[in-house]
């Protein structure tokens, strides 16, 4: 769906969209139009038989007409049920469908858009993308179905009766209803600037009680207690003489608007009862109550199409909004690319650039120049230097993340840029500085992504990252519920639980980045410990805020300014005394 839904999408009208959208359901909106229109039929119908009981009364007809208005009346009010099912079966059903579809292809093009599109673009933006706008799509077809339908099927309805008992109405309800429509309109739209002002001040009083609570702690220390409640105070006071304003304003205006309304239906039963009176044309008594009633119908029905403006405004806008990402043209392209099915280790840099921007644009420092580096099968290479240093764009660059903007990095003597990176990264595990766990069972957690892995090789995976010590403790073992983003866990339980899942898959190449920063110096040796064994004949590239946890390393490659300043092993680059040194000391 994802790729017609960016070729219909691309350059269109949201309308044009949305029609794409629900191009799989259009016989079932068919039926739901037909559907409303039988179920909807008593509410512009009514008017009309009441006129036929008042005629039937006031002439004296026969008593069996009375009996038949009010056996269609009764058999459509019974007809509603079904029809209203069906009617809700068949659009909303369209509709949720429709939301699925949209959610399903946001989520789909998210995970072919790089990871330069996801470090530009949060996370929280994504997701409100994901939910709040396709819901706003939801809400605004549902609306302009119901409220649409609704207000559509009364005029045509109430227009065509009139053309047929009365036709010499036609005129005037064509220009008295949206003319009243249009005046009550006037009022809400003056309301609703109100209610506006009214909204951006509750938004202060959020973003005040916000800050107050956030500076509790500051705000004890000092003795400002105070102060932080008359800085609240003056914002409810300020919220308050908007609320009282506004409540005026919309007793005053809904009061007017009742009126108006009110007398103007006044005034067209008036007119109609003296053209009935005089028989300017010939209408009969129930005539008058059927154009009174009908105007009073219309006239809601015309306020309610122009009140539909800004909720279609909304969704349309909602509809942009998800075209967005859509549209983004940031995408990991791997189609056509050659499948990795093995790998032995070796990674080259030849000359490697890469800037961060468009595509490297002018006036963007390379985050990597002049990068030459080859990590042989089995090797471990660290990666030192200040921060912004480049090591991290390294590893994305080894990862697939990153494409390098000139040079080439080779994967076994073959250009990175010729294959395809999803069937690569089966052989490749990263360990990042902060553990990455998912609301789920620990077993869930580590075998992600694996299916039918044996017990005992998830325990030996957890074993050789020293994390059984803890597991067995726990009540649950490893079906415990380790909690939203590993919320249960300490962080260096976090970390082994990262390592044993970059064991289990048993890796060539593997990714080290700050895996044991930020931890007490217990976890730190555990993990030491751990890392010890997960490197044992594979590829790692590591980065180590702890200088001292790369000793080790068969290389250390020391950068700055993205760049390489020196490589070679602890020993050697002591004896240089060059930055590696420097940093040693630091």
């Not at 403006?309 to 549209?327: D, F, M, N």
Request: glycine share 8%.
């Amino acid at each position: 769906m994802v790729g017609a839904l960016d070729h219909r999408y691309r350059g269109e009208h949201p309308i044009r969209t949305l029609a794409y959208l629900f191009r799989e359901d259009r016989l079932k909106l068919l039926v739901a139009v037909f559907a409303f229109l039988v179920k909807h039929s008593p509410t512009w119908l009514l008017p009309l038989i009441t006129a036929n009981v008042v005629d039937i009364v006031v002439g004296h007809r026969p008593i069996t007409e009375l009996w038949i208005n009010t056996a269609v009346l009764l058999v459509l009010l019974l007809l509603n049920y079904p029809f209203h099912l069906l009617y809700v079966r068949c659009l909303h059903g369209a509709i949720r469908r429709m939301g699925m579809g949209l959610r399903s292809a946001l989520c789909r093009r998210m995970q072919q858009l790089s990871i330069g599109y996801h470090s530009r673009v949060s996370a929280a933006v994504l997701q409100t993308k994901v939910i709040r706008d396709v819901e706003s799509v939801e809400q605004t077809t549902q609306q302009a179905g119901d409220m649409g339908l609704s207000a559509l099927t009364m005029l045509a309805g109430g227009l065509v009766v009139i053309a047929l008992r009365v036709p010499a109405a036609i005129p005037v309800f064509l220009v008295v209803v949206p003319a009243a429509a249009f005046l009550v309109m006037r009022m809400r739209t003056r309301l609703r600037e109100d209610n506006e002002s009214f909204r951006r001040e509750v938004e202060k009083l959020s973003t005040r009680v916000s800050e107050m609570t956030t500076l509790i702690p500051i705000t004890r220390a000092h003795g400002l207690e105070q102060d932080a409640l008359h800085r609240v105070d003056g914002t409810l006071t300020r919220v308050l003489r908007k609320g009282l304003r506004l409540d005026l304003l919309n007793g005053s205006f809904g009061a007017l608007a009742w009126i108006l309304l009110n007398a103007l239906g006044v005034a067209f039963l008036a007119g109609s009862a003296l053209v009935a009176y005089y028989q300017v044309i010939p209408i009969t008594a129930g005539d008058v109550v059927m154009l009174t009633s009908f105007f009073a119908t219309l006239t809601s029905a015309v306020t309610s199409l122009l009140s539909l403006t800004p909720v279609i405004s909304r969704g349309l806008a909602s509809v942009r909004s998800i075209g967005e990402v859509l549209q983004a043209p940031d995408l990991e392209h791997n189609g056509g690319k050659d499948e990795v099915v093995s790998v032995r280790g070796e990674v080259e840099f030849r000359d490697v650039e890469f800037a961060y921007g468009e595509h490297g644009a002018d006036g963007d420092a390379p985050a990597v120049t002049g990068f030459s580096l080859t990590a042989v099968p089995g090797e471990t290479i660290a990666l030192v230097g200040p921060s912004g240093a480049g090591k991290s764009t390294v590893l994305n660059l080894v990862i697939g993340f990153l494409r390098p903007t000139s040079g080439r990095i080779l994967l076994d003597g073959r250009d990175m840029e010729t294959l395809d990176m999803r069937t690569y990264r089966r052989f490749l595990s990263v360990v990042p500085q902060e553990s990455i766990l998912f609301e789920g069972t620990i077993r869930e957690n580590v075998t992600y992504g694996m299916a039918d892995v044996p017990e005992d090789r998830v325990r030996q995976a957890l074993r050789d990252a020293n994390a059984l010590e803890f597991i067995d403790r726990l009540p649950d073992g490893l079906d415990t519920v380790v909690g939203e983003r590993g919320a249960r866990l300490s962080g260096g339980q976090k970390q082994r639980l990262a390592i044993a899942r970059a064991l289990i898959r048993d890796p060539r190449v593997l990714i080290l980045d700050e895996a044991t920063s930020a931890l007490d110096n217990r976890s730190e040796a555990l993990i030491q410990e751990a890392l010890a064994r997960l490197v044992a004949g594979r590829t790692v590239l590591v980065v180590a805020h702890r200088l001292s946890t790369i000793r080790g390393a068969d290389r250390i490659v020391v950068m700055r300014d993205g760049g390489i300043e020196e490589v070679g092993t602890h020993e050697e680059l002591m004896r240089m005394r060059g930055v590696y040194a420097g940093l040693q000391s630091a």
